[in-house]
């Protein structure tokens, strides 16, 4: 379980275009230790950690230090920068070193920030790295049982049902321990609240603070601590103003700067062929889904991780253009999830713990868009086929059609 082996799969799919590999996801999520398990394959290595003193020191008096590395045969060397991204040139730094020696060395650059937007200004990185995202364990990595992208979008109504319990036991661990490592691995409960409590606080005063220079750490701690009531809502920012009592440009940024360094990440709502659909308000879905008091609203959380992981991965192994939006009218009429691929539809799901019949509006967009759709539910065992229309609505267990995404 502790290898990543997804992650490593897309290591080895893009590090065999590229010599220069950024790998980002939240804080805590395992980087380092993936980047390690990379760095086994490679006979010659080094490992930087800007963190550490003696590591600064040494790129900043010789910025060409990893030539001195102690090689052991003829083969490409890997150098790790790991939290690179705090040195505050970084990105001139990180061309240079690709543009002298890209033919000769494979780099893997860490960080924990968002390392495609973070800085502006400075030379582009443009067409010298590929990206990929390391994020919590999800149902598809712990299951182990993936459909391949193309069996997937062929027909995404598909559904196994081996290893029920087992992947049902899964589920439950990651409602209650969240999907970071320290925590799942641990399963205690006592781990995960220690770590719980430690982790938004050090992010927010450690991390978000040095590299944003936000003053305000008071009050934005205050509005993540909010954020938990808000999900499974299209998202207000004015009545978060009034909440706070700040300004809207205030909530705007700090929302922002929660979703660079992956405390949260949002959706959009779909707006094409939807009649009055509404179109400004976003959705918001915490990584540290447990924080969640409602079970309705943590069931819809935990699905929109899955399907985030999903899409994130399948754009950064160059499968298509996807994106995750939700549906809503100004009926209040709604559909929790829609994948679309390219701009195009793909498969819409709705998360309902318990309703084991497909919703209304589950079944009036389908119609509007004529595209298969999901209802995953979370009380029950096996799956339902239903017909509306010419098209299809599949109901089952969320633990098992979410652990077959590639």
Request: hydrophobic share 40%; proline share 5%; no cysteine.
């Amino acid at each position: 379980m502790d290898t990543r082996e997804p992650y490593l799969k897309i290591w080895q799919e893009l590090s065999r275009e590229k010599s220069m590999i950024f790998l980002v996801g939240p804080r805590q999520v395992g980087k380092t230790t993936l980047a390690k398990i990379i760095s086994r394959n490679f006979t010659n290595n080094l490992y930087f950690n800007w963190d550490i003193p003696q590591n600064k020191t040494r790129l900043m008096e010789n910025p060409t230090f990893f030539q001195e590395i102690k090689r052991r045969d003829p083969s490409i060397p890997l150098i790790i920068f790991d939290e690179i991204h705090k040195y505050k040139d970084w990105k001139n730094y990180l061309k240079g070193v690709y543009d002298q020696f890209h033919d000769s060395y494979q780099f893997l650059v860490s960080g924990s920030g968002r390392l495609d937007i973070y800085q502006k200004g400075g030379n582009s990185l443009a067409g010298r790295y590929f990206l990929f995202h390391l994020w919590p364990f999800t149902m598809s990595e712990l299951g182990r049982r993936n459909l391949t992208i193309d069996d997937f979008l062929k027909n995404p109504l598909q559904i196994g049902m081996e290893n029920s319990e087992n992947l049902k036991e899964k589920w439950v661990r990651i409602s209650k321990l969240s999907g970071f490592p320290e925590p799942y691995l641990a399963n205690r409960m006592a781990t995960y609240r220690r770590w719980s409590n430690t982790y938004s606080n050090q992010l927010i005063r450690e991390d978000i603070r040095d590299l944003t220079g936000i003053k305000s750490v008071g009050d934005m701690e205050t509005l993540y601590y909010l954020l938990p009531s808000k999900v499974g809502s299209p998202l207000s920012v004015p009545s978060l103003t009034t909440d706070l009592k700040v300004s809207y440009n205030s909530v705007r940024g700090w929302l922002a700067v929660f979703e660079r360094f992956f405390l949260i990440f949002s959706i959009s709502p779909w707006t094409e062929r939807i009649a009055r659909a509404i179109q400004k308000e976003r959705k918001i879905y915490l990584w540290d889904a447990p924080r969640i008091e409602d079970p309705a609203a943590l069931f819809e959380n935990m699905v929109a991780t899955e399907l985030w992981r999903a899409v994130t991965n399948w754009n950064d192994l160059g499968y298509g253009q996807f994106s995750l939006h939700f549906i809503k009218n100004k009926e209040r009429q709604e559909v929790d999830f829609l994948i679309a691929n390219g701009h195009k539809p793909v498969v819409l799901i709705e998360a309902k713990i318990s309703e084991t019949q497909p919703s209304s509006p589950l079944k009036k967009f389908q119609k509007a868009l004529s595209i298969p759709a999901v209802q995953l539910i979370g009380e029950d065992e096996g799956y339902r086929m239903f017909s509306n229309n010419d098209q299809s609505i599949l109901v089952a267990p969320a633990y098992q059609w979410l652990s077959q995404l590639p």
